[in-house]
């Protein structure tokens, strides 16, 4: 009977979402099949065959791909040195690196335009070092958006990585390494099948908030349409919800395949689990 009892406890969350999120992703799923009032795939034959979509779309995919390989690079360096301070410096430390997300991605983005503009703080620095004979063209493009989509999620990828590089016995590493292991082997063979779950949670968080974020690839893409903008586009600007719903499944088609493509990865480099 306790049992019984627990599950009721699920009742309230399951059925608030529900409403919230089941019943609108379904409409909109099912909207997308339609076309003057009758089944049809037309809509997904169009998006597909227009050279223009596509590239959106991939545009977005390695603007994403981008953001999450650079997140890594920067990310584990960092947790792995975090993870290994004091309880007091940890503290410290990941204090600071959560600051950033305090903080609002239009400032943010508005603070990179500043900086990255034609005659913003990079380009003066560089001519004035004589480095350049004439500003660098940063903005509106796919690099500035991913300047600003790095600095928006490298926090949870080194927070994610913490978690998880906390829990890691560093007397393992030690123990290969008096062995005559070579420090690369230590890494490819211990410490990164470790972190497959943070890799795997933390790319997972960074690749969907980098393929649906909208404010800055907006700021900082200017015409370099991603994704968001064009669903956003398709939306309000030109009223065009079928389109718009056909771009927003295809974003979690697009979302899922990531979601299984890196658990794929996850179980190479530790075939374990």
């Known amino acids: 009977m306790k049992k019984k009892y627990m599950y009721l406890l699920l009742m309230p969350g399951v059925l608030f979402l529900t409403v919230f999120m089941v019943v609108p992703l379904a409409l909109t799923f099912a909207a997308t099949f339609t076309d003057a009032g009758s089944f049809s795939f037309q809509g997904y034959l169009q998006f597909f065959q227009n050279e223009y979509f596509m590239e959106i779309l991939f545009r977005t995919i390695r603007v994403s791909l981008v953001t999450t390989f650079v997140c890594i690079l920067l990310g584990f360096p960092a947790a792995y040195f975090i993870s290994g301070l004091n309880p007091r410096m940890k503290a410290i430390m990941l204090l600071l690196s959560v600051f ?87 890494f490819r063979k211990i410490l990164l099948p470790l972190c497959v779950p943070g890799l795997m949670i933390g790319s997972t968080l960074v690749f969907v908030g980098s393929f649906t974020a909208y404010t800055t690839p907006a700021l900082l893409g200017g015409n370099q349409r991603v994704i968001s903008t064009f669903l956003y586009q398709n939306a309000v600007t030109l009223n065009d919800w079928h389109v718009a719903s056909i771009v927003s499944v295809i974003m979690i088609a697009v979302t899922v395949i990531f979601v299984m493509a890196i658990n794929k990865l996850a179980l190479k480099l530790n075939p374990r689990g």
Do not use: C, K
């Not at 990255?116 to 350049?132: A, D, S, W, Y």
């Not at 999620?153 to 080194?158: A, K, R, S, Y």
């Not at 890691?168 to 590493?173: A, Y």
């Open 100 to 186: 950033p997300l305090l903080v609002s991605p239009v400032v943010r983005s508005f603070s990179w335009m500043i900086i990255l503009g034609r005659n913003g703080l990079l380009n003066q620095v560089l001519m004035g070092t004589g480095l350049r004979s004439e500003p660098l063209e940063m903005m509106y493009t796919p690099v500035a958006v991913n300047i600003g989509l790095i600095h928006l999620f490298l926090p949870l990828m080194i927070v994610t990585l913490v978690g998880v590089l906390e829990t890691v016995d560093r007397n393992l590493m030690e123990a290969a390494e008096s062995l005559g292991a070579p420090r690369i082997t230590i």
